[in-house]
């Protein structure tokens, strides 16, 4: 199901179609020719694409669909009973999304089938236009704004969605017993925004492979990715599962020289949370798609950075070679911590993405954009590269991204479960202490944290501080958790920030990830 902040804008322009089947239009090989649709022809198409002028003209849509409002749009439901790649004979089918309300550009979906792309066509009949009244039928060379592939994921005889691509690049997939939080993309172009607006490539065309080779459960979807900046070709090698994996090649050709490039970016939501606490007149406790950005960097140092609803936009960025791994997690699955019976925070998947091959020097970047509410994307997570992308290169990137519930499996170490923030309280009084000072509470649990609890004496908090100084700290055990509270308190001086770290230990031994957070006094 559609929500708000996920109708973005859509994206390309439709190919012309030969007129045929009612649904796909027909297509023969020449003689000789082998049924094959090799990943290589999107890549040519890509490289062509990159040596033209850029065109991101919208082509004109029926005033009564760009008039839609945000409801009447999403009544707009694709018929299941028509749904397609039946043929194919394996698990998957596939819908097509309406365009409409923000939904303005048409993308090109085609169907391979014994090696052929054949294009989907235009049908009204193919949608149940819910409550909405149109005077006037439109085109059949209108389009769609995007598409989805179902499969019997969390059940054997229920077909669910497993994967969606609808607007600019973004795509959304689902594990089983998940729902629909945060999305990822295919490429980002200037996220931070200080110097130009961001940029959104989208994709031109899709070919959609349910059947790829001897692959029963493995849909393959190539894309052709466009924008001023850049075009690509798209390889998605989807595998739906308890954890579903999205395997991803990409290769790039710059039109002009990119430096501001976010590879494999995830957008997210966070309101509220236990440690931002500033619109807490809901009666939900918190309110989040995801609560933090888990690295694993190339040295091996497993890295957890809580996520805040900043009062600015702020970006933070963690310089790594060769990361291992990232991604945008929702730690937090206790039900009682949302109490929300629709939204179902507690049942929304992280996603954890797992570079495959040498990515180099870069940063992994984490910009946080300020939001009065839950309906908007303001969390972006992804990997810059050192090194600018020039025009006439091709870049070639990869790397798998999994739909993760249960995200403890990722690092044997302890992990920080609850981030807490506090005014100290002066020694001996009620009254608040020094406002330029903080206390920072976390809450370490899992790994070996159990088998300390008898010996509390041999755990250490180890906190530091980029600027100001540490001027108190305790750790002790957390029975509830079955691990470690540890406190640290935290003194600047007026006009500072800070980028605090901790971590805990037992002689020389790490017990934990590094737990690690921006703070600078209000």
């Given at each position: 199901m ?8 859509g ?6 179609l030969?007129a045929a ?6 297509g023969?090989?020449?003689?000789g020719?082998?049924?094959t649709?090799?990943?290589?022809e ?8 990159a040596s033209?002028?850029f065109?991101g ?6 005033e ?14 694709f018929r299941?009973d028509?749904?397609?790649l039946?043929q ?12 409409g ?8 979906v ?5 090696g052929?792309?054949t ?14 009244r ?5 085109p ?9 592939l ?5 059940r054997p ?9 609808l ?7 689902l594990?089983r017993?998940?729902?629909?939080g945060?999305s990822?993309r295919?490429?980002?172009l200037?996220?931070?925004g200080s110097?130009?607006p961001?940029?959104f ?17 493995r ?9 001023s900046?850049v075009?690509?070709a798209?390889?998605?090698?989807v595998?739906p599962g308890?954890?579903t ?7 790039l050709?710059?039109r002009?020289?990119v ?19 500033r619109?807490s ?14 690295l694993?960097?190339?040295a091996?140092e497993w890295?957890?950075r809580p ?7 702020t970006v933070?960025?963690?310089?790594d070679n060769?990361p ?5 997690l929702?730690?937090d699955?206790t ?6 019976l629709e939204?179902?925070y507690h049942?929304r998947?992280?996603y954890?993405?797992?570079?495959i091959g ?24 992804y990997?810059e ?9 091709e870049?070639v ?8 519930t249960q ?7 302890g992990?920080a ?5 506090a005014?100290?309280q ?16 976390i809450?370490?649990?899992?790994g ?5 609890l008898a ?10 501080t ?11 055990p ?15 001086e007026?006009g ?8 805990l230990r037992a002689?020389?031994?790490a017990?934990t ?5 921006p703070w600078?006094p209000v």
């Open positions: 559609l929500s708000r902040r996920h109708l973005l804008a994206a390309a322009s439709l190919a012309a030969q089947h009612p649904v796909l239009a027909q023969a090989p020449p003689p020719q082998p049924q649709f090799p990943f290589e999107v890549v040519r198409r890509a490289r062509e694409l033209v002028p065109d003209s919208v082509p004109p849509l029926p009564a669909l760009a008039g839609l409002s945000f409801d009447a749009y999403r009544d707009i439901r299941p028509r749904a397609l039946a194919s004979g394996g698990p998957f089918r596939m819908q097509m999304f309406h365009l309300f923000l939904f303005r550009r048409p993308v090109t085609n169907v391979i089938r014994e052929m792309p294009p989907v066509l235009y049908q009204p009949a193919l949608f149940d236009l819910g409550k909405n149109f005077e006037r039928p439109f059949i060379n209108l389009g769609f704004a995007g598409f989805r179902h499969y019997p994921l969390n005889n229920v077909l669910d969605e497993v994967i969606a691509f607007g600019a690049s973004y795509f959304r997939f594990g017993d998940q729902r629909y945060l990822a295919a490429l980002a200037r996220v931070e110097q130009q961001e940029e490539p989208f994709f031109r065309e899709f070919w959609v492979d349910s059947a790829p080779g001897q692959a029963p459960d849909a393959t979807i190539y894309g052709l990715l466009d924008s900046a075009t690509g798209y390889r998605f090698d595998y308890a954890e994996v999205v395997e991803v090649t990409a290769n050709f710059p002009r020289t430096t501001a490039v976010g590879m494999a970016p995830l957008t997210s939501m966070f309101f509220v949370g236990e440690n931002d606490r619109f007149d809901d009666f939900r406790p918190e309110l989040h798609d995801s609560d933090g950005l888990l694993h960097s190339g091996g890295i957890w996520l805040r609803n900043p009062a600015r936009k933070s960025s963690f310089l060769n291992r791994g990232f991604g945008l929702q730690r699955r039900f009682e911590n949302y109490q929300d939204a179902l049942m998947p992280g954890w993405v797992e570079p040498s990515w180099g020097e870069g940063k992994v970047e984490l910009v946080e954009i300020p939001t009065k509410d839950e309906t908007e994307d303001n969390i972006v997570a990997w590269p050192k090194t600018p992308w020039e025009p006439g290169q870049v990137h990869a790397y798998r991204i999994r739909s993760l995200a403890d499996r990722l690092h044997p170490g992990k479960v609850n981030t807490y923030m005014r100290p002066a020694s001996g009084s009620s009254e608040t202490g020094d406002p330029t000072a903080r206390r920072f509470i809450d370490f649990a899992g070996d944290l159990p088998y300390f010996t509390p004496e041999a755990v250490q908090v180890v906190p530091s980029s600027t100001g100084r540490i001027t108190h700290t305790f750790v002790v957390n029975d509830h958790t079955q691990g470690f509270r540890c406190a640290f308190d935290v003194k600047l007026p500072q920030r800070t980028d605090l770290r901790c971590f002689g020389g031994r017990l990830e590094t737990w690690t957070y600078a």
